[in-house]
């Protein structure tokens, strides 16, 4: 296969990224570590939390714990209390490796008398961590560390388009000039960042699969086959972005569903395949007159499946020998993953959080991508420029004749220009979403 890497433009890399990478979230997590008891951040393996947490301004006199060491852990299980005694900051890091520390934390580290301060990290997620978060969630804020998005990769300041979108402002004009330094980015986890060659890509994404599959997935449990795994990785590449469907995949790998549905689940606690949901809001009140592009009354429910990281995706690609199906749909695939990854990163740092979803009826009329905050709606639709999504713009229209809520459609293209397409709906380059 000609190098899939290459086709995003790798060429186009001209400088290197060994430094430290601000991230957005810094002062999120610096102002919540002042006003809450328990922070904990959460994030797949290698998104840098662990250099996050070290590198910020209000952890001097933390202590730090890491539970991948094991003297750590042990003391941890043994004798959690000990690892906030006579301290009042404490940073424990990959806290889901010990449920019993997660129980002394709620028990006896956060009691109304205490005045102990937890920055936490995990890795992966488990139904112990799950209901730690239930039963602290009125002392606690929980924060989700995204791989880098383009503007943290570029260092640019966070993404103010989808504010000032939903603030109802004019981006046309404003927005008109690319910067004069812009550059394509394959991975996103900081180490990659800026990687320019092919090769050290695959060995780097190689080794990090096989960390995964050595370390977290014996901690997750529920698979019994490596190889078997290994596969449906592979295969879900082919179907990124699709609407969910395990009876297919079982069947294309030869494995029971139940197989797919834990391996699945497996990917989704190790954050690094995210399950977007369905729209389901209610259409808003309209007149009675039958809409003359059709009425959306069935709505797909059945949710999709995202690979976190876009170079995930696009190693994965790779090993799977995708290319009878063409460079335009992994152009499509690819950019999905782009837009979804910037838009949780903008999502994120909205207050109250926003939300990400889609929306597909059962005539296939779908939109990529639709951001709630508060009561406003803005509504994308991916182009990657091959003619490949003819009704597109049709599509967004529907959504937004039924959805009066909604302020903009935004069409996410490859081109540099800002374009008024229809009323009401722009397309933008992939750059200015970052």
């Known amino acids: 296969m000609v190098g899939i890497y290459k086709t995003i433009h790798m060429t186009n890399l001209n400088h290197e990224y060994s430094e430290y990478i601000s991230r957005h979230m810094e002062e999120m997590v610096r102002l919540s570590a002042k006003l809450h008891p328990v922070v904990l951040v959460q994030g797949a393996r290698q998104v840098g939390k662990s250099t996050m947490v070290k590198g910020l301004d209000f952890l001097g006199g933390y202590k730090f714990y890491d539970l991948d060491n094991f003297e750590h852990l042990r003391l941890a299980q043994k004798n959690p209390t000990q690892m906030w005694a006579g301290v009042t900051r404490v940073v424990i890091e990959e806290v889901q ?25 995990a890795s992966y997620s488990t139904p112990e961590l799950v209901q ?34 939903l603030d109802g402002e004019s981006i046309t004009r404003k927005y008109s000039t690319p910067p004069a330094s812009l550059n394509k980015h394959v991975g996103h986890f900081p180490e990659v960042v800026g990687q320019k060659d092919e090769g050290a890509l695959t060995q780097w994404y190689e080794s990090y699969l096989g960390d995964f599959l050595e370390r977290d997935l014996r901690a997750l449990s529920g698979v019994s086959s490596l190889v078997e795994f290994r596969r449906l990785m592979a295969s879900l590449s082919t179907s990124c972005g699709d609407v969910t469907n395990q009876t297919a995949m079982a069947r294309q790998l030869s494995i029971s569903q139940p197989s797919v549905y834990r391996h699945l689940a497996v ?56 290319e009878s199906l063409g460079a335009s749909s992994f152009e499509y ?35 990529d991508f639709v951001l709630s905050h508060k009561s406003k709606l803005l509504a994308f639709q991916v182009d990657p420029g091959d003619g490949s999504r003819e009704n597109l713009l049709e599509h967004l229209e529907l959504f937004m004749s039924e959805y009066k809520e909604t302020v903009a459609g935004i069409v996410v293209h490859n081109r540099l220009e800002v374009e008024e397409l229809a009323p009401g709906v722009i397309g933008i380059p992939m750059w200015l979403l970052a």
């Not at 949780?344 to 009329?365: C, H, N, Q, Y």
């Open 97 to 121: 490796r010990s449920p019993a520390l997660l129980e002394a934390i709620h028990t006896d580290g956060i009691g109304l008398k205490k005045k102990t301060r937890f920055v936490l990290t």
């Open 333 to 367: 695939r690819y950019m999905q993953c782009q837009t979804l990854l910037s838009l949780r990163a903008a999502a994120e740092l909205m207050v109250p959080r926003g939300d990400i979803s889609f929306w597909r009826t059962s005539t296939a009329k779908d939109v």
């Open 267 to 322: 990917l989704e606690a190790s954050l690094l395949l995210y399950r977007l949901n369905a729209f389901d809001r209610p259409c808003s009140k309209r007149s009675s007159k039958r809409s003359s592009k059709g009425s959306s009354k069935r709505i797909v429910k059945t949710p999709k499946h995202f690979f976190v990281e876009p170079g995930l995706f696009a190693h994965l690609w790779r090993v799977a020998d995708n």
């Open 132 to 165: 730690f978060v239930e039963e602290v969630a009125s002392r606690g804020t929980q924060v989700q560390l995204l791989p880098c998005s383009p503007s943290e990769a570029e260092r640019w300041a966070p993404c103010a388009l989808l504010r000032e979108l």
